[in-house]
């Protein structure tokens, strides 16, 4: 699985699945990226949109595929990274969710954290990687070109009654 090398990979850090026991955590992290918010949606996050967020699953998978994970140096959480395994293909890896603490831009972590993820998707004989990025979110727009992501193609998501273009985005492994 993923998990077990992106853990080996990221052995500085303490690689933990978010549930009730740090749902806090991550909510205070999500709270911190008043960027991405701004951007995405026009009322204020709340916890019970994070709490969603750790069961939410794309069509025709099960929670078995995915990981809602924090990422802590000792007992700060300063990233969260959310994939599911074979979507939607099973030989590609889907990327829900990844944020960074406000506090960490800038500091090549992300990349860091991007790099061993991809090497622990190829390392299971992933073959691509995928996910969306919102158009009006220009910081993650330009993070995932850097990483090397490309513009598949464009869609539609409607929030708080606004359309908002979503780039769909890929790397090969």
């Not at 009322?43 to 939410?56: G, N, V, Y």
């Not at 993650?140 to 606004?162: A, P």
Request: aromatic residues 12%; contains cysteine; hydrophobic residues 40%.
């Amino acid at each position: 699985m993923i998990i077990d090398d992106l853990r080996k990979g990221l052995f500085a850090y303490n690689v933990v699945r978010i549930d009730e026991n740090n749902i806090e955590d991550a909510f205070k992290l999500m709270q911190s990226n008043t960027y991405f918010y701004s951007r995405t949606q026009s009322h204020i996050l709340t916890l019970e949109e994070c709490k969603e967020d750790i069961t939410a699953l794309p069509p025709n998978t099960d929670l078995e595929q995915k990981f809602f994970m924090g990422i802590y140096i000792k007992d700060e959480l300063i990233a969260i990274l959310d994939y599911v395994e074979g979507y939607p293909h099973k030989n590609v890896v889907y990327l829900g969710f990844f944020m960074l603490h406000m506090d960490k831009h800038k500091k090549g972590i992300g990349r860091q954290l991007i790099n061993v993820l991809i090497q622990a998707a190829k390392d299971n004989n992933f073959i691509e990687m995928k996910l969306a990025c919102y158009e009006t979110n220009e910081t993650g727009y330009l993070f995932w070109r850097k990483m090397g992501f490309t513009v598949e193609k464009i869609s539609k998501r409607e929030v708080d009654e606004k359309e908002y273009n979503l780039l769909e985005m890929h790397i090969a492994l």
